[in-house]
């Protein structure tokens, strides 16, 4: 398997997974529904590990675009395969979003909120705050890479048969970093710490034929974008500087 193709299969299980947990818990009738932050945050840290085990053998595993810059910061990984990189994380979230609404079509249909639906693709704060918002994703997304550089040990990945990036190893390490990130801070935005994981599957709400859907918030939709660059940023220098 390609680079590409793993990382697309990656993100597309992530988003899946993560996608449908949301799903299951927001929309009318389904066997879960109202199960509630807990169940949701386990969701999402299950769907990374899925993700991440699945796609790296062949990929490293990225699947966030924050986790390819770093990396590439840090100078472990090619600048050159960035965007294709991250082309195909946000070609797998949107594949992995437009499978939850396939899925899920009939309760999608049964349920009026509209919030709840778009929750499902896209993340929203609690309370519009840009300045705060944008922090809460820094802060978040700060957490996920020094993860990746100290707890995983990313960036010493580097030989011919082993890609640059989490490792099957990581899998579980980082599923326990996004459960934490999740339960600690996730309530304020949601806790993207991922633009393609938000970037993607809001394409895919502005799209899809969603039964009474919202417009898709794209005045917002730049906060988990940036926010998670500059948090993978920071991170970064702050390993440099304690390296």
């Keep these: 398997m390609s680079p590409f193709v793993a990382e697309i299969l990656g993100t597309a299980l992530l988003l899946l997974l993560g996608g449908g947990v949301v799903a299951s818990c927001v929309l009318k009738d389904t066997k879960s529904s109202g199960s509630g932050w807990m169940v949701i945050t386990t969701g999402w840290a299950m769907a990374v590990f899925i993700g991440v085990f699945v796609a790296a053998p062949y990929s490293g ?106 490792g099957a190893l990581g899998a579980l390490p980082i ?21 393609a994981r938000d970037l993607g599957p809001r394409i895919m709400h502005f799209l899809l034929p969603i039964k009474g859907k919202m417009d898709s918030n794209w005045s917002y939709s730049w906060v988990p974008i940036v926010g998670p660059f500059i948090g993978a940023a920071i991170a970064t220098l702050f390993h440099f500087l304690l390296s």
């Design 61 to 166: 595993a990225h699947i966030n675009p924050a986790v390819t810059f770093a990396l590439a910061l840090e100078g472990s990984f090619p600048w050159q395969e960035v965007p294709v990189y991250i082309l195909a994380q946000i070609i797998g979230a949107m594949i992995g979003s437009g499978t939850v609404y396939v899925l899920f079509k009939d309760h999608f249909d049964a349920t009026d909120d509209s919030a709840g639906k778009r929750a499902i693709f896209c993340t929203d704060p609690a309370i519009p705050n840009k300045f705060r918002n944008l922090l809460s994703e820094i802060v978040g997304t700060f957490v996920l890479i020094m993860a990746v550089f100290y707890i995983v040990g990313a960036e010493l990945q580097n030989d011919e048969e082993t890609p640059v990036g989490l």
């Design 175 to 195: 599923a326990f970093v996004v459960w934490a990130i999740g339960l600690s801070l996730g309530g304020l935005t949601g806790y993207a710490i991922n633009p």
